[in-house]
């Protein structure tokens, strides 16, 4: 089988704590907007007396009992919506945390993609161009200190203390305390 076509299957549930929430919340969003649509229908009237369309309703619903299975169409269409769109955010979000966590453990090899016209495509450049600069700036300090190193094993002084100037011109261009710090 080649590369080009090997599809990875997809999780649908990739924060499933997250998600789950996400799809309760839309679903009581949709009981809380029905039940805004209906009270004015079932809100009796003057002394508890059913208006012409408050008994008109009331028909329907009790006509059309056999009718009510249909009505939970809609909340299962919006629990599939709600975990389809969850899972086009916690997506790239579980993946930026594992590629910040990959960087917090020295990996500086890691690259973060996006999915090609998501939102989260300019962060993935974003963090890729901050992981691509901190790896030269880091890979710049390390061949100065090696070079130092070598010019001090060969007695070469000058040039270690050249090199070594070099190295904390390089590391100063880090900021290291905090502002409140001082």
Known sequence: MSDNNFHKRRRMFIEPQEQTVFMVRAW??????????????????????????????????????????????PFIAVGLVSVIGSHRIFGPVVGLKNTLKRVMNHDLTVKFSGRPGDHFEELAVLVNQVVAKNRDEIRTIKNLAVQAKSDLAAGRTTEAQSQMNRLIDELEKFRLDSPQDG
Not at 51 to 70: C, E, G, I, M, V
């Open 28 to 73: 009581l969003y949709c009981l809380i907007f029905a039940g805004a649509v209906m009270i004015p229908i079932y809100r009796p009237g003057p002394q508890w007396q059913l208006s012409d369309a408050q008994r008109a309703t009331n028909q329907f619903l009790f006509y059309h009992l056999d009718k009510w299975p249909w009505f939970i169409l």
